[in-house]
Each structure stands twice: as C-alpha cells, then as structure tokens.
C-alpha cells in the first residue's frame, strides 16, 4: 500500500532550492529589474540625441529656449532612471549574493 504524503511533510527537514529569478522578483515587488530601466534609459537618450540636433537647427532664440528647456528636463528625467537602474541593480545582486554566500549564511 502506496502512503500519501502532503508537501510540507515531504520537505520537513529539508530546505528546499530557492528559485533565484522569482526570489529577486519577489524582493523587488513592483519595481522595474535593472535591465527594463536601462532599456528606457537608452530610449530617452535617445530622445535627447534628436533634441540636441532640433537645437542645433533651431533659428531663433525662442526656439532655442524651448529646446534647450526640454533637453533640461529630458536629462532630469535619464538621471533619475540611471539612479533607479543603479538601485535596482544593486538589490538584484543583494539576492543573489546572500543566496550564494559561502559562510553557511545564505538562504541555500
């Protein structure tokens, strides 16, 4: 006869392996991975390369002053997304270390 056993009786005593991915996407909840941000990074950079050269064409001065406002603007905005990607980064490889750390102190 064939006994049933439910999952935690099955892992009572064993620490099962940690799904590294979803540990790092469980700790960053609804925040954005660092490779998703970097991605809109380099789209407003490259937003800011066409806004430079609509400067650079620009004729009058209220041109160049509307240009030159939002390639200011454009460049808060590549700022706060490259901390946010460095951030990110930062709490990815936090995972990932403490899951790996040799001491006996990591989650394995």
Known sequence: ME???DDEELTAGAQ???DEE???DEVLGTNPRAAE???W???LEQRLAGLQTELAQA???SAQKLWRRRISELR???AIAAQ???ISRFVENSVRVALHRPDGDGLN
């Open 3 to 5: 006994e049933e056993y």
């Open 22 to 24: 979803a540990l790092v």
């Open 59 to 61: 004729l009058d001065a």
């Open 84 to 86: 946010e990607e460095a």
């Open 37 to 39: 941000i970097a991605g």
């Open 76 to 78: 808060g905005q590549i």
């Open 16 to 18: 099962a392996p940690f």
């Open 41 to 43: 990074r380099e789209v």
